[in-house]
């Protein structure tokens, strides 16, 4: 079963490796409503100090509706996490 399994290459199985692979040109993120007057969103930041637009968010896509709670979706900071061969490693 294990052999069958081919995991995302730019997932990293240890967060040493992720510090030493090419830095990342863009950050995917989740803008949260602090008083949910506003849906949650999803935001696109450039991270290239070499780009006219750097530090700024490219892209934002709004959720349909308020109270989608994404905070609540799961996601783990360490791709490590994400490896299904590397075990958890954060």
Same mark, same amino acid.
């Given at each position: 079963?294990?052999?069958?399994?081919?995991?995302?290459?730019?997932?990293?199985?240890?967060?040493?490796?992720?510090?030493?692979?090419?830095?990342?040109? +863009?950050?995917?993120?989740?803008?949260?409503?602090?008083?949910?007057?506003?849906?949650?969103?999803?935001?696109?930041?450039?991270?290239?100090?070499?780009?006219?637009?750097?530090?700024?968010?490219?892209?934002?896509?709004?959720?349909?509706?308020?109270?989608?709670? +994404?905070?609540? +979706?799961?996601?783990?900071?360490?791709?490590?996490?994400?490896?299904?061969?590397?075990?958890?490693?954060?």
């Amino acid at each position: 079963m294990l052999e069958s399994l081919r995991p995302d290459p730019t997932f990293h199985p240890t967060p040493r490796l992720a510090m030493q692979a090419a830095r990342e040109r +863009f950050c995917y993120t989740a803008l949260l409503s602090r008083d949910r007057a506003r849906p949650d969103a999803l935001a696109v930041v450039d991270l290239d100090a070499g780009s006219p637009t750097y530090g700024q968010v490219l892209h934002r896509l709004d959720m349909p509706n308020v109270g989608d709670e +994404f905070h609540h +979706f799961g996601w783990n900071a360490c791709s490590a996490a994400l490896h299904p061969m590397s075990g958890p490693a954060c």
